[in-house]
């Protein structure tokens, strides 16, 4: 098989989800379809090492060159990536509610497409990456911990940040408009 | 560290509740999970929210869709043969350039054209241009708005959709206990015949089982057959009555277990 079918059969299926990942790494979709590009050019050059999971594989592109892109346009957005003691500080919250109606649930399913968008935006860059590879690609933690090049642990404490995170943020905005109504 | 075990537990508690909640626990932590849930409001409260945001932003957040002029800025990349700049001016015809069936047709013609040695993907009992439609029928229901003509996650619903419309009884399973909810069924088109196109659901994914009649055909537990085409990867085998193709761009090891499964579960 020539290296364009190649492309064709290992790259081009897979666009959607690399310009979703590409959306939120960098912010816009203007933004991700430059990244998605430059990705594109580098996977054609690479495609000789596409591998058995080729959409992993071209989202790890994807990843990559949003951080090299990232790094270039947005530098202070990257600095504290991997700085596991920024990490630490986020720890998990789990507040005690059990006696009431769970208002954070309540709030949660009301919000709506730009509260939840804002607030997924608002994510430290790693906790983002890991709940879009999950929420919104629908990868498994395998597949996560394979495009982060993180182990699966460190995918699944990151994961259950993102999610502590939205949550409260979701449920103060929520209470904030409420307050404010 | 000088955390208190409590606490200690509970983060612990925390992230097996996502793993829970991912399905990507093995059955014994399962059952530790739902264990914990049971005696522990505060995190049978937990599980409520998180499965209230996970609904929230599968309904709320959308995947981005890449544009047509986009499609075919990147499959234009691939028009310039690698060392050869000279090449960089020839362009695509104008209109789409991107378009499933010339991408199936190149793949069977490559199929055909390839010599022996240089790629091996398709090792099946259905035939290449079975292949090729049968994926060509995944992608363009994963266009449409919805991948499938009746919506339904009850098996009593699609299975007498599928009579009526066609004559053709299939089983439908419910794995839904499996994390491989029914989402509906469809009908696609295979070597010039209409066929049954179960829909199946993982996480974000979606796995449409195609049913190509075989009459007297049973499921005597043959080996799974094997093929990829345009990254999505196809899994075979023979049941009652009928061949099955399950078809998706799951990781293979996941798409094998929903054939294992189903399987098992058909022939139950």
Redesign the interface.
């Known amino acids: 098989?020539?290296?364009?079918?190649l492309?064709?059969?290992?790259?081009?299926?897979?666009?959607?989800?690399a310009?979703?990942l590409a959306?939120w790494l960098t912010g816009s979709?203007t933004d991700?379809?430059d990244v998605?590009?430059e990705a594109?050019?580098r996977a054609?050059?690479a495609i000789a090492t596409a591998r058995?999971?080729?959409?992993?594989w071209l989202l790890a592109i994807v990843r990559n060159t949003a951080f090299t892109w990232l790094a270039k346009n947005r530098p202070k957005s990257v600095v504290v990536t991997d700085d596991d003691a920024v990490f630490e500080k986020a720890?998990?919250e789990?507040i005690?509610?059990?006696?009431e109606m769970?208002p954070?649930?309540v709030l949660?399913?009301k919000?709506?497409?730009e509260q939840?968008?804002r607030a997924?935006a608002g994510l430290p860059l790693a906790y983002r990456e890991a709940l879009v590879l999950?929420?919104?690609?629908?990868l498994?933690?395998?597949?996560i911990s394979t495009v982060m090049s993180i182990p699966i642990g460190t995918v699944?404490?990151r994961?259950?940040r993102a999610?502590?995170l939205?949550?409260q943020r979701?449920g103060m905005a929520g209470k904030g408009k409420a307050g404010a109504a | 560290m000088n955390k208190p075990p409590a606490w200690t537990s509970r983060e612990e508690s925390l992230l097996l509740l996502n793993a829970y909640l991912d399905n990507e626990l093995d059955a014994a932590s399962v059952l530790d999970v739902e264990r914990r849930i049971g005696a522990d409001a505060t995190l049978k409260a937990e599980l409520g929210r998180l499965v209230e945001l996970r609904n929230a932003l599968a309904t709320q957040v959308s995947k981005e869709r890449a544009s047509d002029a986009f499609r075919q800025r990147i499959a234009a990349i691939a028009d310039v043969p690698k060392g050869s700049p000279a090449a960089a001016q020839r362009t695509r015809p104008s209109g789409r350039s991107f378009d499933w069936r010339q991408m199936a047709a190149a793949a069977a013609l490559a199929a055909v054209l390839a010599s022996a040695g240089t790629y091996v993907a398709l090792q099946q009992t259905a035939s290449t241009g079975e292949i090729a439609e049968i994926v060509a029928g995944h992608q363009r229901a994963l266009l449409a708005a919805a991948p499938f003509d009746v919506a339904s996650s009850d098996h009593h619903t699609v299975k007498p959709w599928f009579d009526g419309k066609l004559a053709l009884s299939p089983q439908v399973v419910d794995l839904n206990d499996a994390g491989f909810p029914l989402a509906g069924g469809r009908v696609d088109v295979v070597d010039g015949k209409p066929v049954p196109a179960i829909v199946y659901k993982r996480r974000q994914h979606v796995i449409s089982l195609i049913a190509v009649p075989h009459p007297g055909s049973t499921d005597g537990g043959e080996p799974l057959t094997h093929a990829t085409r345009d990254g999505y990867f196809l899994l075979g085998w023979p049941g009652r009555d009928f061949h099955y193709t399950a078809v998706s761009d799951l990781a293979q090891p996941e798409l094998e277990e929903f054939a294992a499964r189903w399987r098992s579960a058909a022939t139950r």
């Open positions: 098989m020539d290296e364009r079918q492309f064709a059969e290992v790259v081009m299926p897979h666009l959607d989800d310009l979703s959306r979709v991700a379809e998605v590009q594109c050019v054609y050059a058995s999971n080729p959409r992993a720890s998990l789990m005690d509610r059990s006696q769970t954070e649930a949660i399913a919000a709506d497409s939840l968008k997924i999950r929420e919104i690609e629908g498994s933690y395998q597949e699944m404490s994961l259950a999610r502590n939205l949550i979701i």
